[in-house]
């Protein structure tokens, strides 16, 4: 392993290490998954926050940061946050999809069980936990 590839994965398990933290924090009933390979790095979070179960996945790679913070009551999606080359995201930020943004990553929110889509600002955990407490009760 390079030097390079020792001090991202030392990054990585560092920045892993405080999604966690915060997660085990916020949430009950936390189960987490890495996967970290020289290319990328992956967590996975399955949490409660009383009647809702709480998605998190966080990709790091040399190209991007890839996440998603979705909130689920049974199998209505409440809320879910990411910054995946949707469609309608890249239409509502550049009024079309043309070549130069077709895989383009939109940091963007889904409500209403993916129905509503919203422009957001780059999604944290910890910007993810104060959204989610200021917007969703847990009973």
Known sequence: MSPRDKRLERTTT???????????ASFEEVEYVTDITPKRAILRIVAKYGLYLVLITELLSDDVRKYRYYVLRENWVEAGFDNSPDARAIRLKY????EQHAREYVPH???????????????TITAFVNWLKANIQPT
């Open 109 to 123: 929110l889904h409500l209403e069980n993916k129905s509503q889509l919203i422009l957001t600002e780059e999604m």
């Open 14 to 24: 560092k920045y892993f290490a405080g999604v966690i933290t915060t997660a085990q």
């Open 95 to 98: 009024g079309r999809i043309g």
